[in-house]
Nanobody, 126 residues
Framework: QVQLVESGGGLVQAGGSLRLSCAASGRTFSNYNMGWFRQAPGKEREFVASISRSGVTTYYSDSVKGRFTISRDNAKNTVYLQMNRLKPEDTAVYYC???????????????????WGQGTQVTVSS
């Protein structure tokens, strides 16, 4: 099992940037593929970005591609989401998720992931 704690959310103006962090407990962080999802009020949870265990392979939603960057530092048991040129429609609670698998399949499906953090609020004002 792994415990995930997100941080870095907050209030930012449109066009600004935020970097979210997801800190994982234990020494098995490198065994997990990681993902970021978000959920806005009244909407379903949606895929944002995913990264393989090694960090070599990444995936992005079309809505954030070119603006967001997912990365990981296995030595620090942390995955990051750098968010640039933020838009009001990016406003949501952002969740970190971990997938226990050798390869990252179904990266955009929430059911793929075994563990979830509690989320961090990102609010982008216009």
């Amino acid at each position: 099992q792994v415990q995930l704690v997100e941080s870095g959310g907050g209030l930012v103006q449109a066009g600004g940037s935020l970097r979210l962090s997801c800190a994982a407990s234990g020494r098995t962080f490198s065994n997990y593929n990681m993902g970021w999802f978000r959920q806005a009020p009244g909407k379903e949870r949606e895929f944002v970005a995913s990264i393989s265990r090694s960090g070599v392979t990444t995936y992005y939603s079309d809505s954030v591609k070119g603006r967001f960057t997912i990365s990981r530092d296995n030595a620090k048991n942390t995955v990051y989401l750098q968010m640039n040129r933020l838009k009001p429609e990016d406003t949501a609670v952002y969740y970190c998720a971990a997938d226990w698998a050798k390869y990252l399949f179904g990266y955009s499906n929430p059911a793929t992931y075994d563990y979830w953090g509690q989320g961090t609020q990102v609010t982008v004002s216009s």
